[in-house]
């Protein structure tokens, strides 16, 4: 008697329930591990890209020229006995920059992975005004004019594909590589000024051709700054710290103009050695490739538990309404076929894309657990609200996935509905009617 009254406790629905909420919540520790599995992924599509740049050359950075001018102070005493001495470099920026680019961007594969690289081709000229070193506010300082150079900053060395010449005033002046101070770059090409003549007025041309990766970006350093860029590449994104002010995106590529005066920057047109940083007047473009099944499986990944606990929940009521008693372990091949979902959509997506792989995975996972549901309780009117669960769960998830900027809303919306469902469903049960 005892044995048997044991058994009807094990076997009743409230007991049920709990086990299944249990099973439930240790169901998602596979999902866990699928999110490590997807962060693998990332990291190791994120390594391919790298070695990819390391040969071809990275995202790049173009600056410049700067004009440089080395000083020297000197402090004074009493009886004029010399103190110290204290060497700088003064830094010019020019009074007109204007810099036109064309990219023609090239899709390399390596494996499965794509990555866009690019050959830039840079036209930068403008002018320097004459050189007032009274704003400099430095007492004593003696200017060496004859050690005066010019620099130009790049980011990425490697990506140099021409022998760029600096025209000064029409005078074409030699380029050396490296920088000679770091103040305003940490690597880039350097032009001795020669015999130019700096006290005056300055016109200046370069043309640089270089290889990149996915962005290219500029340094608004002039006075007033012109950039304009173009290419046939239809999907860019717009960087740095200045929107264009004029874009023209088509299906055929893009075109952008960019206006900048000194006034929209944080420092001015001249100053010491390291005192102001210039990288925050970047302003770019980046040739995206839209490669986002990562991020959208990675956020699916987060919707397993309400994957699992309306399954669940779903069974349960099948079980009450039907009689048909369904194993825990039941249960959980049904919530593994659940996660299986989303190892396919990873797997499947790096080959064929988002989209399509989510439709392959739904529909084969579906299929699975209907085929599973008829196995089991032999009553298609019940595998067909299986059917209809599953296909309406995965079609609120793609809309979910699919919108960025009114997701939460949807989704909460959604979620709110999912409830009131269930809540009238378990009106039509009677919870205490098992004998």
Same mark, same amino acid.
């Given at each position: 008697?005892?044995?048997?009254?044991?058994?009807?406790?094990?076997?009743?629905?409230?007991?049920?329930?709990?086990?299944?909420?249990?099973?439930?919540?240790?169901?998602?520790?596979?999902?866990?591990?699928?999110?490590?599995?997807?962060?693998?992924?990332?990291?190791?599509?994120?390594?391919?890209?790298?070695?990819?740049?390391?040969?071809?050359?990275?995202?790049?950075?173009?600056?410049?020229?700067?004009?440089?001018?080395?000083?020297?102070?000197?402090?004074?005493?009493?009886?004029?006995?010399?103190?110290?001495?204290?060497?700088?470099?003064?830094?010019?920026?020019?009074?007109?920059?204007?810099?036109?680019?064309?990219?023609?961007?090239?899709?390399?594969?390596?494996?499965?992975?794509?990555?866009?690289?690019?050959?830039?081709?840079?036209?930068?000229?403008?002018?320097?005004?004459?050189?007032?070193?009274?704003?400099?506010?430095?007492?004593?300082?003696?200017?060496?004019?004859?050690?005066?150079?010019?620099?130009?900053?790049?980011?990425?060395?490697?990506?140099?594909?021409?022998?760029?010449?600096?025209?000064?005033?029409?005078?074409?002046?030699?380029?050396?590589?490296?920088?000679?101070?770091?103040?305003?770059?940490?690597?880039?090409?350097?032009?001795?000024?020669?015999?130019?003549?700096?006290?005056?007025?300055?016109?200046?041309?370069?043309?640089?051709?270089?290889?990149?990766?996915?962005?290219?970006?500029?340094?608004?350093?002039?006075?007033?700054?012109?950039?304009?860029?173009? =290419?046939?590449?239809? $999907?860019? *994104? %717009?960087?740095?710290?200045? !929107?264009?002010?004029?874009?023209? +995106? &088509?299906?055929?590529?893009?075109?952008?103009?960019?206006?900048?005066?000194?006034?929209?920057?944080?420092?001015?047109?001249?100053?010491?050695?390291?005192?102001?940083?210039?990288?925050?007047?970047?302003?770019?473009?980046?040739?995206?490739?839209?490669?986002?099944?990562?991020?959208?499986?990675?956020?699916?990944?987060?919707?397993?538990?309400?994957?699992?606990?309306?399954?669940?929940?779903?069974?349960?009521?099948?079980?009450?309404?039907?009689?048909?008693?369904?194993?825990?372990?039941?249960?959980?091949?049904?919530?593994?076929?659940?996660?299986?979902?989303?190892?396919?959509?990873? =797997?499947?997506?790096? $080959?064929? *894309? %988002?989209?399509?792989?989510? !439709?392959?995975?739904?529909?084969? +996972? &579906?299929?699975?657990?209907?085929?599973?549901?008829?196995?089991?309780?032999?009553?298609?009117?019940?595998?067909?609200?299986?059917?209809?669960?599953?296909?309406?769960?995965?079609?609120?998830?793609?809309?979910?996935?699919?919108?960025?900027?009114?997701?939460?809303?949807?989704?909460?919306?959604?979620?709110?509905?999912?409830?009131?469902?269930?809540?009238?469903?378990?009106?039509?049960?009677?919870?205490?009617?098992?004998?």
């Amino acid at each position: 008697m005892e044995t048997k009254s044991i058994q009807q406790f094990l076997n009743s629905y409230s007991v049920k329930m709990i086990i299944v909420s249990g099973l439930a919540i240790m169901l998602l520790i596979p999902s866990f591990l699928i999110q490590d599995v997807i962060r693998e992924r990332i990291a190791l599509s994120q390594t391919v890209k790298n070695e990819l740049y390391a040969q071809w050359g990275g995202k790049q950075v173009v600056a410049g020229p700067v004009l440089n001018v080395p000083f020297s102070v000197t402090e004074q005493g009493e009886n004029n006995q010399v103190i110290k001495e204290r060497h700088g470099v003064a830094h010019f920026l020019p009074e007109k920059l204007k810099t036109e680019g064309v990219l023609f961007p090239e899709t390399r594969q390596r494996g499965i992975y794509k990555d866009v690289v690019y050959e830039g081709k840079l036209k930068i000229k403008g002018s320097f005004a004459q050189p007032d070193v009274s704003q400099l506010d430095l007492q004593n300082a003696s200017y060496n004019w004859g050690a005066a150079y010019f620099t130009i900053g790049v980011s990425d060395m490697r990506g140099i594909k021409n022998l760029p010449e600096l025209i000064l005033n029409g005078e074409k002046c030699k380029v050396e590589p490296g920088v000679a101070d770091t103040d305003l770059f940490q690597s880039g090409i350097t032009i001795k000024a020669n015999s130019v003549d700096l006290k005056q007025p300055l016109s200046f041309e370069l043309e640089l051709v270089l290889n990149g990766s996915e962005d290219l970006a500029i340094e608004a350093l002039g006075k007033t700054s012109e950039v304009s860029m173009q =290419s046939d590449w239809s $999907q860019p *994104g %717009f960087t740095g710290g200045f !929107l264009p002010a004029n874009r023209l +995106v &088509t299906s055929k590529g893009f075109t952008a103009d960019w206006q900048v005066t000194h006034l929209n920057r944080n420092f001015p047109q001249q100053w010491i050695d390291r005192k102001f940083n210039t990288h925050e007047a970047k302003l770019g473009v980046e040739l995206l490739i839209p490669v986002d099944h990562y991020q959208k499986s990675m956020r699916s990944v987060k919707y397993a538990i309400l994957f699992i606990a309306l399954n669940f929940i779903i069974f349960i009521f099948i079980e009450i309404k039907s009689k048909i008693r369904i194993h825990p372990f039941q249960y959980s091949l049904v919530a593994f076929a659940l996660l299986i979902f989303y190892a396919l959509l990873t =797997s499947i997506g790096e $080959q064929i *894309g %988002f989209n399509l792989a989510y !439709l392959i995975s739904a529909v084969a +996972v &579906t299929t699975l657990i209907s085929w599973y549901t008829f196995t089991m309780l032999r009553n298609l009117r019940m595998v067909v609200w299986i059917t209809l669960l599953q296909t309406g769960l995965y079609l609120f998830l793609f809309t979910i996935l699919q919108l960025q900027d009114y997701a939460l809303l949807a989704g909460s919306i959604g979620l709110f509905v999912i409830l009131a469902i269930i809540m009238r469903a378990s009106q039509q049960i009677n919870w205490y009617s098992e004998g």
